[in-house]
T-cell receptor, first 110, second 114 residues
Framework: RKEVEQDPGPFNVPEGATVAFNCTYSNSASQSFFWYRQDCRKEPKLLMS???SGNEDGRFTAQLNRASQYISLLIRDSKLSDSATYLC???????????FGAGTRLTVKP | DAGVIQSPRHEVTEMGQEVTLRCKPI?????LFWYRQTMMRGLELLIYFNNNVPIDDSGMPEDRFSAKMPNASFSTLKIQPSEPRDSAVYFC????????????FGSGTQLSVL
């Protein structure tokens, strides 16, 4: 089983739609969780951290379910500029390195 | 800040040749990571350094790969001899030691081995 698993997509949605991505992780000892965004032919960049209580940043909402070892990212009112690959990232413990999922590709169409 | 700087941006070489990829981390960052990204395998960690010391090189695919960090501002990833299956985008990333969780990636090197 992979350490971090994501639905690869692609997700093709119209502008203004709400879209949700899911991610599962295998190690219950994982402590930190993130979503990174990667544009085509570019490097990954941190989008947001994921906190136990759930957190929101504008149109983006991230949630964590430790019992189910599951992370989600919700994008509301999607924009054309949201088109990218979204990488789920997990850190096993503070001194460990990040584990990246394979990414979910999103295309927002006019 | 200039960010993480990688060179070259693109490298095309023939099988059997030596390839050297270079990275300059963000000044003040103590941790440096080398990743490889392909469509099939996604983003894979090859090796990472902390305070210029290699901490985990378990991701290095085989002895043909080697990495060095002679000082805090420079690292190299070398492949010798290169093979077509090494073709990928190689990313370097750095982070502050105490907040290693936020990685800053360079623009990557697109390597094509013919």
């Amino acid at each position: 089983r992979k350490e971090v698993e994501q639905d690869p997509g692609p997700f093709n949605v119209p502008e203004g739609a709400t879209v949700a991505f899911n991610c599962t992780y295998s190690n219950s000892a994982s402590q930190s969780f993130f979503w990174y965004r990667q544009d085509c032919r570019k490097e990954p960049k941190l989008l947001m951290s994921v906190y136990s209580s759930g957190n929101e940043d504008g149109r983006f909402t991230a949630q964590l379910n430790r019992a189910s070892q599951y992370i989600s990212l919700l994008i509301r009112d999607s924009k054309l500029s949201d088109s990218a690959t979204y990488l789920c990232v997990v850190n096993l413990q503070r001194k460990s390195h990040l584990r990246f999922g394979a990414g979910t590709r999103l295309t927002v169409k006019p | 800040d200039a960010g993480v700087i990688q060179s070259p941006r693109h490298e095309v070489t023939e099988m059997g040749q030596e390839v050297t990829l270079r990275c300059k981390p963000i000044s003040g960052h103590n941790s440096l990571f080398w990743y490889r990204q392909t469509m099939m395998r996604g983003l894979e960690l090859l090796i990472y350094f902390n305070n210029n010391v290699p901490i985990d090189d378990s991701g290095m695919p085989e002895d043909r790969f080697s990495a060095k960090m002679p000082n805090a501002s420079f690292s190299t990833l070398k492949i010798q001899p290169s093979e077509p299956r090494d073709s990928a985008v190689y990313f370097c990333a750095s982070s502050l030691e105490l907040s290693r969780e936020k990685l800053f990636f360079g623009s990557g090197t697109q390597l094509s081995v013919l």
